[in-house]
């Protein structure tokens, strides 16, 4: 009778037992593909996406059988370069559209799947629902939209400076007001703008807001490149990260001479 290999399974059966409990055990998509695209297995997870009962259920069936054709189409043009390179695919995001209008988005990694001889036969793959990232990523740009067409539309000149006094945003009174464009300003500092007197100033009151995380607001000489000296009405106020930790300082002024910011 012929030994069995040390370490060798007992049970001829055991390693697709083991590739099930890892698949159904895993919180992400797995799905493996022939080289028409069409599903050979899927996961519990996988299944629950596709809307089937069980992930059986999939099998001999292509993302255009659940998808939208448009997705179904661009995933498959994906899974077609895998097979004719060799060449995986890590980390590539992906909206998943459904004929519904139902949308998420998902974080996929594909690979070319091979036989035992390392002839591609496929391929498969790994992915990981982001939506809520997205939709965080989502709400933080509608959050930026909103503030930069407030700030834009006030009649005060906006501007934000980093803790090293480096100008990081001006809005468009503030341009107009120094007859600048942004890119002349953004990474600027007062030392590069106004005179030393008025920068030194300005740095001094800019390191009071920030030592004491509290407003400043006073009265004082502006001295644009090129202008005039007049007096401005200057407010600047902290700006917190989200751990509450000062990385700078905002502010608006207007011209004195002016009944009402207009």
């Known amino acids: 009778m012929k030994k069995k290999a040390k370490g060798a399974s007992a049970d001829p059966g055991l390693d697709p037992l083991l590739l099930d409990a890892l698949m159904d055990a895993l919180p992400d998509a797995v799905y493996f593909k022939d080289l028409q695209s069409r599903f050979i297995r899927t996961n519990k997870v996988l ?122 945003y001006v809005n468009r009174r503030y341009c107009t007001e120094l007859k600048m464009e942004p890119q002349d300003l953004l990474g600027k500092t007062d030392y590069d703008l106004f005179p030393k007197k008025l920068a030194e100033k300005y740095r001094r009151d800019d390191q009071i807001v920030v030592r004491h995380g509290r407003i400043f607001d006073t009265v004082e000489e502006h001295k644009p490149p090129g202008q005039a000296t007049f007096k401005v009405k200057v407010i600047k106020t902290p700006v917190y990260d989200s751990k509450g930790q000062v990385v700078g300082v905002q502010g608006m002024f207007w011209r004195m001479s002016e009944e009402t910011p207009s």
Request: charged letters at 30%; aromatic letters at 8%.
């Open 47 to 168: 299944a629950g996406w596709l809307g089937v009962k069980k992930p059986a259920d999939a099998e001999g069936k292509s993302d255009a059988d659940f998808y939208t054709p448009e997705f179904a189409r661009a995933a498959m043009e994906v899974e077609q370069r895998i097979i004719k390179t060799g060449q995986p695919i890590i980390n590539l995001e992906e909206k998943l559209v459904w004929p519904s209008g139902k949308s998420s988005w998902a974080s996929a990694t594909k690979m070319p799947l091979k036989d035992r001889k390392g002839r591609v036969i496929g391929t498969f793959g790994i992915s990981r629902d982001i939506s809520a990232g997205k939709r965080q990523e989502e709400r933080i740009r509608d959050s930026e939209a909103l503030y930069h067409s407030l700030v834009e539309s006030l009649p005060m000149c906006i501007f934000r400076k980093d803790l090293e006094g480096r100008v990081v």
